[in-house]
């Protein structure tokens, strides 16, 4: 009820200022059309037939004027920001109507005791006085003659996003900030005004700009810079010891208008940024609305951002299947709440579960699953073989066999970087659950679809917020060793482009995504201490650790003999793996599952090796035995 008050007074406050506005011009229209007359006889007396006649007309010039000013929708424009598109719409409306109110003139009277030229000085005393009084009073609101200005600014970037900054902070009342200069990289703006403000220097000045003018605040408008880019100016807004604010990037700024209200901190994503994904929703949206999807996992960083983008694409129905309690009940709440109107089942149970699986699949009968359910956690998996076997391969295998009984038509595994020269038995682990599904894929009707990506920012277990919480500890920051790299992305940018390679797979194939250059952990855990306000080494100390159990120095995507090939999608590659028949997958995971219920943990470590031989021995603590392993089928 309140909520429904609140728009009806909102609306009452619309009608009556327009009203006011639509006043004014009407009031305008009198005093321009009288004073046509009187400058036409040189600001001396008006001849008593004329004014006649003028007083005469008015009615039909107030009339014709004000029809065409409703027309063009003059009264429609707030004042307050009033922009050059609002004064060529009413300069629009002035020329038509003084060509329409000469028009009714002409018809009623053929133009008796009217001087032509007060036409054309009525029309440009019209526009002066309604122009001229909208531009006043966004002058006077935009100055507002304050004199509560206490902190200067320094803008970063003089584009339309910095241009869109000066306006809202001399809009703000009382103005807190007062923009003092810009700084651009581009030579041609230099010495440039925008607004009154200069463009002094380029971004490397930033730090002797604001030590010279006791600047109290910078603000990046620079949505369209690269990682790089960010990274210099951020370098620079550091060296000044002044507090720094910025704009979305690009790929955030949905509306293309930006301001004040956008402002920021800067994140690590930022420092850590990648050229915005450009997806195909058309396709995604033709290959997932209206069908009945499937995501395990659901409750984890990767599962729940694809219930989020899945949410908006519309399927007819979207099945969550976690076997987190409390993980199931918050990205429940979170869709239900976002898309009250979504066709949502949630189940709670383990991918392990053979019977939960099946009477899940038969239920529902998902035409399409994105498994997701998986452990990752590489150090905390070497010493769990058998979980690790268990959950990774048996789960996946379980999951994949009743897409296939049930007739889905497409299953898509989300894979890891690590799954490539595995030095872990997660990586291990995951490697096997790819040959599996490709396997599969041979002896089905569904689509088998592997995607394989590196390192996401800011999910569960990742550095990023581990480091988080070691600033706010005050360190020290443990980082395993200095060189070590990984490939980052982020969550959402991970979810799109699985959806997208879903559209793409025909069945059978691994895709990796592009995660563009690898990244020194290191340098990440001194951006982020820089971007908490503190100096590395000095008030927060960086520890290296060594690395731990299962990890690499470097990550990679994809074999040195994978044929790496384009796709629709320049961000998405394929992968031509070594595929192996699945007359062999087969007996080695029913193997698997036996030796799962038995807890051998030997078995499994050779198991293992027969279908990973680039796992090394030591990885895995076992020495393979080579034995003949009985064929199987699918049934």
């Known amino acids: 009820m309140n909520s429904i008050l609140k728009k009806l007074a909102g609306h009452l406050r619309t ?11 009407l009031v305008m229209i009198p005093l321009a059309w009288l004073t046509a007359y009187w400058l036409r006889y040189n ?8 004014l006649r006649q003028a007083w005469l007309l008015l009615p039909i010039v107030v009339f014709v004027q004000g029809v065409t000013l409703l027309m063009f929708g003059a009264h429609r424009g707030v004042w307050r920001f009033t922009s050059i598109s609002d004064l060529v719409r009413l300069l629009k409306a002035i020329v038509t109507g003084t060509v329409l109110v000469a028009l009714a003139i002409f018809l009623y009277n053929n133009l008796q005791y009217v001087p032509r030229s007060v036409f054309f000085m009525y029309g440009l005393l019209l526009t002066s006085l309604l122009c001229g009084s909208r531009v006043i009073y966004r002058l006077v609101k935009d100055q507002h003659f304050s004199t509560k200005i206490e902190k200067k600014a320094l803008i970063v970037g003089a584009g339309a996003a910095g241009e ?40 490397d000045a930033i ?7 006791n600047i109290d605040l910078i603000l990046i408008a620079v949505p369209s810079a690269t990682d790089k880019q960010m990274q210099r100016i951020v370098n620079n807004c550091e060296k000044s010891g002044v507090e720094y604010r910025t704009l979305p990037t690009v790929h955030d700024v949905v509306s293309g208008h930006v301001g004040m209200k956008d402002l920021r901190e800067v994140r690590i994503d930022d420092l850590l940024g990648r050229d915005p994904v450009s997806l195909s929703w058309q396709r995604i949206r033709s290959s997932l609305k209206d069908k009945r999807v499937l995501v395990t ?19 007819a129905e979207l099945i969550m299947f976690d076997q987190s309690e409390y993980n199931l009940y918050l990205i429940e709440r979170e869709i239900r709440e976002a898309h009250p109107d979504l066709d949502l089942s949630v189940i709670l149970g383990d991918i392990c579960d053979q019977a939960a699986v099946t009477k899940l699949f038969k239920d529902c009968r998902p035409q399409m699953v994105f ?77 088998f679809v592997t995607v394989r990506f590196g390192n996401v920012l800011g999910s569960t277990g990742s550095v990023v917020p581990l480091f988080r919480k070691q600033i706010a500890a005050g360190g020290p920051v443990t980082v395993t060793h ?33 995660m563009g250059d690898p990244i020194k952990v290191a340098f990440l855990a001194q951006q982020m201490i820089k971007l908490s306000g503190k100096h590395p080494g000095g008030d927060i100390d960086i520890v290296y650790t060594g690395l731990r159990p299962g990890e690499k120095l470097h990550e990679e995507l ?26 062999v997958v087969v007996p080695i995971v029913e193997r698997m599952k036996f030796a799962v219920d038995e807890f051998d943990e030997v078995a499994l470590a050779n198991l293992l090796q027969h279908l990973v031989p680039e796992l090394r021995a030591d990885v895995a603590g076992f020495q393979p035995q080579v034995g003949d392993i009985p064929d199987a089928g699918i049934g």
């Open 15 to 25: 009608v009556r200022y327009r009203w006011w506005v639509l006043a004014h011009d």
């Open 43 to 50: 600001l001396s007396e008006i001849p008593e037939e004329f």
């Open 164 to 203: 869109q900054v000066v306006r809202d902070l001399r809009r703000n009342t009382p103005r807190i900030y007062d923009p003092v200069a810009f700084v651009d990289d581009d030579p041609k703006k230099i010495d440039k005004d925008i607004h009154g403000v200069r463009v002094a220097a380029g971004c």
């Open 207 to 213: 730090a002797e700009l604001c030590e010279r003018w």
């Open 297 to 315: 996992g659901c409750g984890g960083s990767i599962g729940s951002e694809l219930c989020r983008q899945l949410a908006k694409v519309g399927p």
């Open 371 to 447: 498994h997701a359910a998986a452990y990752k956690h590489v150090p905390m998996l070497e010493g769990q073989l058998r979980e690790g076997l268990k959950n990774n391969v048996i789960g996946t295998n379980t999951v994949a066999r009743a897409a296939h009984d049930f007739g889905c038509a497409t299953f898509v595994l989300i894979s890891t970087d690590k799954a490539v020269n595995p030095s872990s038995l997660m990586g291990a682990c995951k490697r096997v659950a790819e040959i599996l599904c490709q396997a599969l894929n041979s002896q089905s009707s569904t689509s």
């Open 482 to 514: 200095p060189d070590v790299t990984r490939y980052f992305m982020t969550t959402a940018e991970a979810t799109q482009l699985i959806l997208e390679a879903s559209t793409v797979g025909n069945g059978g194939e691994i895709f990796v995504l592009d």
């Open 558 to 583: 994809f074999y040195p003999e994978e044929r790496l090939s384009q796709t629709d999608h320049d961000k998405i590659l394929l992968a031509a793996n070594r595929e192996v028949e699945w007359k």
